[in-house]
């Protein structure tokens, strides 16, 4: 598979390196341009290149690890989406901690407000409720393997982020629509920081 990333932090990185590492080409892109992303690129690997956001969304699968205030300046610099699965990976945070804001969406669930943005993409949302660090190591421990919640409203697009999770090393859980699955894992709710293992 050729996974995008819209964004090349922290978690863009942890997802790139499990995916190179189980044979899958990354594209990876940022704000400041692919000659920015050498470094990173050279210490991937062959299977990783750089490009601008538009050409990272073409992939087949598309990773959005961004700031959320920067979610809507990207969302508007990329081609339709029809059809095309994105992992939202992001935090509703309006000011990041220390003193940390969660921004009002009203009604809305993060994901809900991000696939507005993204008109015909297959949004799901996952591995935003972990912190960085429980990302990047091998997800399969002694006592079981990393739980990772996704929520969706596309069967087939979760189905697919749940076969490439899995291959990964986690357990990834289907907590339902990006409304009430949404909810669970975003910013305030009840699963978001909750680092569990499923018992194999």
Known sequence: MRIGTLGAGTIAQAIARHAIRHGHEVVLSNSRGPASLAPLVTDLGARATAATP????????????????????????????????????TNQFASLPPNAEIADLGDLTGSEYVASLLPGARVVKAFNALFAQYIAPDPRHEAGRQVLFLAGDDLDAKNTVKGLTSQFGFAPVDLGTLREGGRLIQLGGPLSGLHVLKQD
């Open 54 to 89: 538009a050409e990272a969304a073409a992939a087949d699968l598309v990773v959005l690890a961004v700031g959320w205030p920067q979610v809507p300046y990207v969302a508007a610099q990329l081609p339709p989406l029809n059809g095309t699965i994105v992992i939202d990976a």
